[in-house]
């Protein structure tokens, strides 16, 4: 994979974690926060100009930044989250999915909850 394309497909990352959180300020399942932060990421890596505006933005500017110089995430965004991963997995279980699905689905999201839950909070 050259340079072009490994920059390409950060920013095509970039480019999608923040439709995902963009569709998390407006959708209560979506969690804004951890896709504000991967977007900033992937941005870093392949849009340095992408990067730059996600820094300067109003709303998720402020985000990024404590993230980046603290590791601190909002309680607000912590609570939301944990609250959203729950729901989600008794919906798959009232919907009936495999117990492999929701055992692979539970370690995974107790997972994220439980470093969400460890970063300090604003």
Do not use: E
Request: hydrophobic share 55%; with cysteine; charged share 10%.
């Amino acid at each position: 994979m050259g340079v072009q394309s490994g920059r390409t497909g950060f920013q095509f990352l970039a480019y999608i974690s923040l439709a995902l959180g963009a569709a998390g300020v407006v959708l209560p399942v979506l969690p804004t926060t951890p896709f504000v932060l991967l977007a900033a990421f992937f941005a870093s890596k392949g849009s340095p100009a992408f990067a730059r505006w996600l820094d300067q933005h109003p709303r998720y500017g402020p985000l990024i930044a404590d993230w980046r110089s603290n590791r601190v995430v909002p309680a607000r965004a912590k609570w939301l989250a944990c609250v959203m991963m729950t729901l989600s997995w008794v919906t798959l279980w009232a919907l009936g999915v495999s117990p492999l699905v929701l055992v692979v689905s539970g370690i995974a999201m107790t997972c994220s909850a439980s470093y969400l839950l460890t970063r300090p909070s604003i």
